[in-house]
């Protein structure tokens, strides 16, 4: 932009400088110069442009992995963590961190031209020491389901197409839409006291600091340790007994004949209602916020409304 303004200056001072005598010539050559700036510019914004599509990415989080490539930038995923297990094409990719920690020279070795950290899931010495190696670093952390697509939009800049940059685009915003319609259809919805149930075994839950939290007021559903300090802590078995609990969503189909089992056993509900009242859902999506999380609370909205209509 300051080029071209500065050639506009010039051929108004040449035109000042020359007043009517000006020659046909002079303006030929002075249009012919901005013609030739106009495409050496034009030539540097395709280059600029061309670099940010060709960025070597490292990602530290199994969630910011799924979220570039659903952005259109997997093929400049160059690392990942050994929990990235979405999607299949990752499986290709160098390992460079784990539950021990980021193998920070092996990050380095791969040549990143940004590395995307996750706070709660990375040990700040090792991303310090990437950090001290001058290489730009981008925290992901998602408490939201607003900041999943937020996320989204902010690594399509990085996409290798613009086809696919404008497809991630559109995805956030039908992941908007979806959030805005399940808002509204269970707003007025009768509450639903429901316990989240982590697992079989240790009664581990989330609050309402996590973004299934979220999810569930969304849903019309009442978590009943939402207000709890910690965003994953273990409750007692009186505890759950106390809050009344209308239903409890188990995360994962394979621990619900046991937690079924349990709270048979406990007395929780009637004999007959365990079936209708204990149901799994999707903890996989719901726990990684990704875009698969939208569907996922989308089906819990779901399983929660067929057990408001069980209640009287």
Not at 17 to 38: E, K, M, N
Not at 63 to 74: I, N, R, W
Not at 103 to 123: C, F, M, Q, Y
Request: some cysteine; hydrophobic content about 50%; aromatic content about 6%.
């Amino acid at each position: 932009m300051q080029l071209r303004w500065q050639i506009s200056s010039s051929v108004q001072a040449r035109v000042a400088h020359t007043g009517t005598r000006a020659r046909p010539r002079a303006f030929f050559v002075l249009a012919l110069c901005a013609w030739l700036v106009a495409i050496f510019l034009a030539a540097n914004e395709a280059v600029a442009a061309d670099a940010a599509g060709s960025q070597r990415i490292v990602s530290l989080s199994p969630h910011a992995t799924e979220l570039l490539f659903a952005a259109g930038a997997g093929r400049n995923v160059v690392g990942v963590t050994e929990s990235c297990d979405r999607p299949a094409a990752v499986k290709r990719l160098p390992r460079v961190s784990g539950f021990r920690g980021t193998n920070v020279e092996a990050v380095i070795a791969l040549k990143p031209d940004l590395v995307v950290t996750w706070p709660s899931g990375n040990r700040s010495a090792d991303v310090d020491a990437i950090r001290r190696y001058g290489i730009p670093i981008h925290a992901s952390e998602l408490a939201t389901l607003a900041s999943i697509t937020a996320e989204l939009r902010l690594f399509s800049q990085w996409a290798t197409t613009a086809e696919l940059r404008n497809a991630a685009l559109a995805r956030a915003y039908n992941a908007d839409r979806l959030t805005q319609a399940l808002r509204g259809r269970y707003a007025t919805a009768r509450k639903v006291k429901v316990f989240y149930q982590l697992g079989a075994g240790r009664l581990f839950t989330l609050t309402d600091k996590h973004v299934v939290g979220e999810a569930l007021a969304m849903c019309g559903a009442e978590n009943v340790f939402g207000k709890l300090l910690l965003p994953a802590p273990e409750v007692s078995a009186e505890a759950v007994l106390a809050a009344r609990p209308d239903a409890v969503l188990v995360a994962g189909e394979g621990a619900l004949l046991a937690v079924q089992t349990d709270w048979k056993e406990r007395q929780l509900f009637s004999a007959s209602a365990v079936g209708e009242r204990i149901v799994a859902v999707d903890g996989a999506q719901l726990h990684r916020p990704t875009l698969g999380t939208f569907e996922a609370v989308r089906s819990m909205c779901e399983a929660i409304d067929r057990i408001r209509q069980t209640l009287r």
